[in-house]
């Protein structure tokens, strides 16, 4: 007992550590509170513009009147003209229960998976590549690494989330994060922590699985932690014929579609997608969790705001 508290001592106090943790830590924080000044706070009056789901009076006035002040979630709109820190320590309101919580607890064990990748990979105690890259050969493979690695990502995501939607999963762990039907800056981390556990086991895998090169594997970070917040960040961002921010926004407020991050091509392949892709529109017609009620879809048992 005391060698491996040594052990974890000498591992959390490294350089790689420290470093690692920290990139995800205050690089989320960073992202977020970019996205939230850029947008929610300084194009306010505008949020029809970029919106996803756009300000709607009417709307509102019929939430407040359906529900009263607890509805979860923000107003129709979002919460705008206002900026919002780190959950731990901000008093953004409609909450949904422990939402301080996980969202602090589950950005700390991010944060401390990156440190532990960091480590076993600058100890050289995974397949972690760091040579110099020389000729066109080393660069095509680096490339191909980064296309694994996303590849990989994307299917076995895909079949985790499809999982998490079966009906008792669902109803004990992934049912926290479809509490917001409208996601904010901030709410990706709405997560059940045993579920984030293992979504977290996926995103840092590549190292551990196969060979990738650092700089494969540090662009294959940046697109998953920069389109996960931007996935849940209720604003409009496309890379044609590539990803859009409207897909993941839909999943969370239809529910049975678009189960594919951060790419749609599980989706296609599956017949889940819901969506306009290279001009085309799909619509999903079988829908898939028949098990699930309509309450428990919506999340509006057993919930309430803080």
Not at 158 to 181: D, E, T, V
């Amino acid at each position: 007992m005391g060698t491996a508290l040594i052990k974890l001592l000498d591992i959390t106090t490294s350089v790689y550590f420290i470093s690692g943790f920290c990139i995800i830590f205050f690089g989320y924080i960073a992202q977020t509170l970019a996205l939230q000044y850029w947008f929610y706070c300084r194009q306010g009056a505008n949020a029809n513009l970029w919106k996803i789901q756009p300000p709607s009076p009417i709307a509102d006035a019929f939430e407040v009147q359906q529900q009263g002040t607890s509805r979860i979630g923000a107003p129709i709109g979002g919460h705008l003209n206002i900026l919002y820190g780190w959950p731990l320590i901000s008093c953004k309101p409609n909450r949904a229960p422990y939402h301080r919580y996980f969202t602090s607890f589950n950005l700390f064990i991010a944060s401390c998976f990156a440190g532990l990748t960091c480590y076993y990979s600058g100890t050289m105690q995974n397949k972690m590549e760091f040579h110099k890259l020389k000729d066109y050969d080393d660069y095509v493979k680096v490339f191909l690494q980064f296309i694994v690695a996303v590849t990989y990502q994307s299917v076995v995501e895909y079949y985790w989330h499809r999982i998490m939607h079966w009906k008792y999963c669902y109803r004990y762990l992934h049912k926290f994060h479809h509490a917001y039907k409208a996601p904010e800056p901030w709410d990706d981390m709405y997560i059940h922590p045993l579920e984030a556990f293992g979504y977290y086991c996926i995103l840092y895998g590549p190292p551990f699985l196969f060979s990738i090169h650092k700089y494969a594997f540090i662009a294959y970070m940046i697109i998953m932690g920069i389109c996960g917040v931007l996935d849940h960040s209720g604003i409009k961002f496309e890379f044609p014929g590539l990803y859009n921010t409207i897909d993941h926004d839909n999943h969370h407020a239809k529910f049975e579609v678009n189960y594919s991050f951060p790419f749609p091509f599980m989706d296609l392949l599956h017949g889940t997608y819901e969506g306009k892709f290279w001009g085309k529109f799909y619509t999903v017609r079988d829908k898939v969790n028949r098990d699930i009620t309509i309450e428990e879809a919506s999340c509006k048992t057993n919930f309430k705001v803080e």
